[in-house]
């Protein structure tokens, strides 16, 4: 049974102001979701993050962030497509996906990259 630090399936919602504190300053490692409303394949990822989010709470946080709010952190990390899921560990992009993929799949991605 996974730990839970946070009640139910919190995502945080970040913006270019608290990039920095919701995804760079973090201990553990963060997954940062690039998304859009116009976005059909972003909606259609958003409840298996949400299972993420609260499968892996305590040892993975999840972060959101609205590429048409806010332009500057797409632009500084050069996302090109949505969605682009970017795995940071201590500040530190480790990993980027582009594009909706099964839970399955993500979950194997994710772990590999976390494994080292």
């Given at each position: 049974m996974p730990h839970t630090s946070r009640a139910g399936d919190v995502v945080v919602v970040a913006t270019?102001?608290?990039f920095d504190r919701d995804v760079l300053q973090q201990d553990g490692p963060v997954l940062v979701d690039f998304w859009a409303q116009w976005c059909p394949p972003c909606?259609?990822?958003?409840?298996?993050?949400?299972d993420l989010a609260r499968e892996r709470a305590g040892t993975l946080t999840v972060v959101k962030l609205d590429t048409?709010?806010?332009?500057?952190t797409p632009a500084n990390y050069r996302v090109l497509s949505?969605?682009?899921?970017?795995?940071?560990?201590?500040?530190e992009?480790?990993?980027?996906?582009?594009?909706?993929?099964?839970?399955?799949?993500?979950?194997?991605e994710l772990d590999e990259a976390l494994s080292w």
């Open positions: 270019d102001d608290t909606h259609m990822i958003a409840p298996v993050l949400a048409d709010e806010n332009p500057v949505l969605p682009t899921l970017m795995l940071f560990r201590g500040g992009v480790v990993q980027s996906l582009v594009g909706a993929r099964p839970k399955a799949r993500l979950l194997a």
